[in-house]
């Protein structure tokens, strides 16, 4: 039954992945024109190593290629018991399209950390109001299902979302790497959710995916557009929301982009230590580090999305709880143990 179901929707899924890429790379190549006729650029210098400047309007295309995708699939949409979802839909587009406008107001003013950080608020209530929230998950220990009551998945959600939102805008400092990683969680997430028979919804993680292929046949190393703010917030936002809408695969995402939280998490930490703000912008980031250290860009890069790859494949294969959390363990203390090695030189 399964089987035949996944058949009957399989040209409708590849439709979303066709368009959602046509219209990255079609939208990605109008915004880098964009970039250049409004000035709207980064330039040489500072933490990026590019010899030229290149338009930071990369992120249309990124967006074109999701709402657009996302219109086209609700056009002849996926039949679904779930009454909330069109609900968590309009969240996914509201919030979407709000770290989109924010990341564009952030690229042409250059905002203060406090107007972001407002904005990410601002979109993780909106996700809630739409009931995409990190409310139930299952205790890896003995498999019984957790409910945790407003008072803690609130504060719980809105962490999340502006966590991933950082974390993805963070990780954007390589050509190719925040886009690559993020098509490879949502890839991960799509086969999930074909998997557990959320038919429905997999076209909004099918849609992403392929937008975030089309935007890096122009962003793969040495990268002709950047995504920018607009599309560092916007994917940071959609990644932590389907995660949600996926069932709260907390820790499907945690395998996936592992790395990117905990370097989050250090480079925090690394800069409180210091005395320096946690929201200036400096060259402690992992894939700086390593960059730092002599490897080179698509060295980099490959590293990660192979890393990303390798465990979120295991995400999928991995059926006990425990064994996933080992495998976290792992993840996390390879990395670690990284950051404290390259920290010292």
Sequence with gaps: ????????????????????????????????????????????GGRRQHKKAISMLGGIGIAAGFFGALILSQMHPIPTADPNESRRLWGLIIGGLLMFILGLADDYFDLPPWVQYLGYLTAAL???????????????????LIVLPALIYIPLSIFWITGMIVTVNWLDGLDGLAAGVTAILCAILAIHMIREQQYSVAP??????????????????P????????????????AAALALIAGARVATVLMVMGIPIIDVAWTIIDRLRHGA?????????LHYRLLDAGISTRTIVLLYWSFCALFGALALLISSRIYKLVALGILGTFTIALLIRLSQE
């Design 1 to 44: 039954m399964v089987d035949r179901l996944t058949h009957t929707y399989t040209n409708q899924y590849l439709l979303v992945l066709l368009v959602s890429f046509g219209l990255a790379v079609i939208f990605t190549y109008l915004g880098k024109q964009a970039g250049l006729r409004l000035n709207v650029l980064a330039l040489p």
């Design 126 to 144: 909106v996700a809630i109001g739409t009931l995409i929230i990190l409310e139930r998950f299952n205790n890896p220990f003995n498999n019984n």
């Design 204 to 221: 909004q993680a099918i849609a992403l995916f392929g937008a975030s292929l089309g935007f890096l046949v122009f962003n793969v190393h």
């Design 223 to 238: 990268a002709k557009v950047f995504m920018g703010s607009n599309g560092a917030f916007m994917l940071g936002y959609l």
């Design 277 to 285: 703000s946690p929201f200036k912008g400096d060259r402690h980031h």
